[in-house]
């Protein structure tokens, strides 16, 4: 595992990273549904038991959300980072419920260097496992890096 | 004609969820729980970066798609409102094309591209959607596509 990479040459293909313990709660799931994905699912735990998820879960949206927290906080948030360009593939496997423990592994896949830019995109594999160790969402993102150098 | 099942939805559909304007504290309130990077929270700090302001986190513009197609289906007719619906198994080919600063407003639409009939869940399809955020101007600033299952109708 690598410590602080700031900058594009500091990466390199298969490198990991591991990072997060966020702790899922019941009021957190209900908050960022009633804002923004407000499913009887997401809102009320009797409902959530007769839904598709059997039970109150996050919507997916809101673990994309705890997700980016997690990487933020971890070692993006020291690199010189220029956000996102995207997310080529996002799946939700398993539901995230309340006093569910969340934390990111992610691998770099691919390297690309800007031609002209003093950028360059690292293609990376995020995996967010719950505390039983199930992956509950996979997302497979280029991010944007700055290069070293004058 | 009753809700709308799997069955009924046709390629092509078009549909305007609604619009919505970023204010400077909702991108800021947002970016704070979960997106805290500079660009997103600190005025100064965006001023000086890359983006050369205030920018809201991509989650957010995408979390606000959410938003209004749940209040759109929610404030459909009965008879073109969908049957159970809502539960994804995730999403594809998701593109911020352009920053979203305070103030814009955002127009998000979808349009059905495809839809599956699944032999693991036979009471449900699976749709999948392309999903488009332009500014006023019309200018495409986000897209993805989205993928939903949609009841079927129940066999007699």
Known sequence: ?150 | MSVRYFEDIAIGTKQVLGSYTFTEDAIMDFARKYDPQPFHIDREAAARSFYGGIIASGWHTIAVFMKLAVASRESAPADQRRAAAGVSPGFENLLWHKPVRPGMTLTYSTCVLETVELKSRPEWGLVKTRIEARDADGTLIMSFTGKGFVQRRPRK
């Open chain 1, 1 to 150: 595992m690598s410590s602080e990479p700031r900058y594009f040459e500091d990466f390199h293909i298969g490198q990991r990273f591991a990072f997060g313990h966020y702790e899922v709660t019941k009021a957190e799931i209900i908050a960022f549904a009633k804002e923004f994905d407000p499913q009887p699912h997401h809102l009320d735990e009797e409902a959530a038991k007769h839904s598709m998820l059997g039970g109150l879960s996050a919507s997916g949206w809101h673990i994309c959300a705890m997700t980016m927290r997690i990487v933020v906080d971890g070692v993006f948030g020291k690199a010189e980072s220029r956000g996102g360009a995207g997310v080529e593939d996002c799946r939700w496997l398993k539901p995230v419920r309340p006093s569910d423990v969340l934390r990111v592994e992610a691998e770099i896949l691919e390297l690309t260097p800007h031609p002209r830019k003093p950028l360059g995109f690292a293609r990376m594999q995020w995996n967010v496992f719950n505390q039983r160790e199930q992956v509950a969402m996979m997302i497979n993102t280029p991010i944007f890096a700055r290069r070293d150098g004058p």
